[in-house]
């Protein structure tokens, strides 16, 4: 029974975790609170029309400067749920940040403009210097999952 549990809890952190991702889209609507965009999207949740909250949620498109989708966000991501995974001893919140993590190296991996994860450098990266990234935090979500499974 406790086996059960366990899972179930790994399961529902990462589900968690990879929908975490969409809350930087409410900062980003409701960075300003008097833009209309964000008047709008109070309104329909105040109203409790979540229906179309989350439309508008999905229809939003996160600007080129994202404090989160960046590469510094992620590599900090990953050691965290390496932390985590080695010293906590329940699986939610490692199983969480896994998730968030897997996320943001899917996202990584399928974005075509790459190059604003990049915005907080102050040079432009190669495509080659892209691919290594790529491969050095798959290997660290990776390293993550095997962490979160023993």
């Known amino acids: 029974m406790a086996l059960i549990i366990n899972i179930l809890w790994t399961l529902t952190?990462?589900?968690?975790?990879?929908?975490?991702?969409?809350?930087?889209k409410?900062?980003?609507i409701c960075q300003n609170s008097h833009e209309?965009?964000?008047?709008?999207?109070?309104s329909k949740l105040l109203s409790r029309n979540f229906k179309e909250a989350w439309q508008m949620l999905r229809e939003t498109q996160v600007g080129d400067k994202s404090p989160i989708r960046n590469v510094l966000t992620a590599f900090v991501i990953g050691v965290l749920g390496i932390w985590s995974l080695t010293s906590l001893g329940n699986k939610?919140?490692?199983a969480l940040i896994?998730?968030?993590?897997?996320r943001m190296i899917w996202l990584?991996?399928?974005?075509?403009?790459?190059?604003?994860?990049?915005w907080i450098f102050a040079r432009e990266f190669e495509i080659k210097e892209h691919q290594i990234i790529r491969y050095i935090f798959s290997f660290i979500l990776i390293l993550q999952l095997l962490l979160l499974v023993r």
């Open 13 to 24: 952190g990462l589900g968690l975790g990879w929908v975490m991702l969409s809350v930087e």
């Open 26 to 28: 409410v900062f980003y």
């Open 36 to 42: 209309l965009h964000c008047v709008r999207f109070t």
């Open 92 to 94: 939610f919140v490692p």
């Open 98 to 102: 896994a998730g968030l993590y897997a």
């Open 108 to 118: 990584l991996w399928t974005d075509k403009a790459w190059q604003k994860w990049y």
